[in-house]
């Protein structure tokens, strides 16, 4: 069944808004990957984490590794149109061999 | 190639034809993953080829799906006597290792192919 669940599922904007999402799971990783899907292509990485508590910045983006390493969060500050998309955020899952589970995603939309 | 190249692009077919999806990683990479996405929808695991150990074909949704990786590089997914409900985007995805080391698991994607089953 999915480990990863994102929220919100959806949410539409004003341009220049910041956006909060987040990824949570019942399990413990040890590295969490945002990644971004435009339409019609693939999944594009943003930000990779790899320790509990880590932030880290790409531009005006920002990624948070919870502490308790279940959970990490995204920022998206002064949002713009090309920000539309789907936000996946994904984990190795020790349970599944370590496989990238992917979480159920956050569609962004914004109101020009 | 730069990317992981998926091909066809696009594939229409007709219930109960079998259909046959490429998937060429980026050179080097051990790790290769297929993954399922129906429209709107999440990424659905289906399968991952990791160097020469045995792939993990826990999300394979039903016998009619296989893949195979040559060579340890391309890969192909069969689906045989496609169903309507095979309709969906399906997502290469390869890395140059996989697992829960620092700098592990940065998959790159491929642009899909997307599969209609009339």
């Known amino acids: 069944g999915q480990q990863l669940n994102q929220s919100p599922q959806s949410m539409f904007i004003q341009e220049g808004e910041d956006v909060s999402m987040n990824c949570t799971s019942s399990?413990?990783?040890?590295?969490w990957l945002w990644y971004k899907q435009d339409p019609g292509e693939g999944p594009v990485l943003l930000i990779a984490?790899?320790?509990?508590?880590e932030l880290t910045s790409n531009g005006r983006l920002t990624a948070q590794f919870g502490i308790t390493r279940k959970d990490s969060f995204l920022n998206i500050s002064a949002s713009i149109p090309s920000d539309v998309g789907i936000y996946f955020c994904?984990?190795?899952?020790?349970?599944?061999?370590?496989?990238?589970?992917f979480g159920t995603g956050t569609r962004l939309a914004v109101r020009p | 190639g730069a990317g992981v190249s998926q091909s066809p692009s696009n594939k229409v077919t007709e219930k109960g034809k079998d259909v046959e999806l490429r998937c060429d990683p980026i050179?080097?990479?051990?790790?290769l993953y297929w993954y399922r996405q129906s429209l709107g929808q999440g990424l659905e695991f289906l399968i991952y080829?990791?160097?020469?150990?045995?792939?993990?074909k826990s999300g394979l949704p039903s016998d009619r799906f296989s893949a195979e990786r040559t060579g340890g590089s391309v890969s192909t997914l069969t689906i045989q006597r496609t169903q309507q409900e095979d309709s969906a985007v399906y997502l290469c995805?390869?890395?140059?290792?996989?697992?829960?080391?620092?700098?592990?698991?940065?998959?790159?994607f491929g642009a899909g192919s997307r599969l209609t089953v009339l």
């Open positions: 995805a390869s890395s140059l290792v996989s697992g829960a080391l620092s700098g592990a698991n940065v998959l790159t």
């Open positions: 399990s413990i990783f040890n590295t």
């Open positions: 984490l790899y320790k509990a508590g």
């Open positions: 994904a984990g190795p899952l020790r349970s599944s061999g370590d496989k990238l589970t």
């Open positions: 050179s080097g990479h051990t790790a």
């Open positions: 080829f990791q160097g020469n150990s045995a792939p993990d």
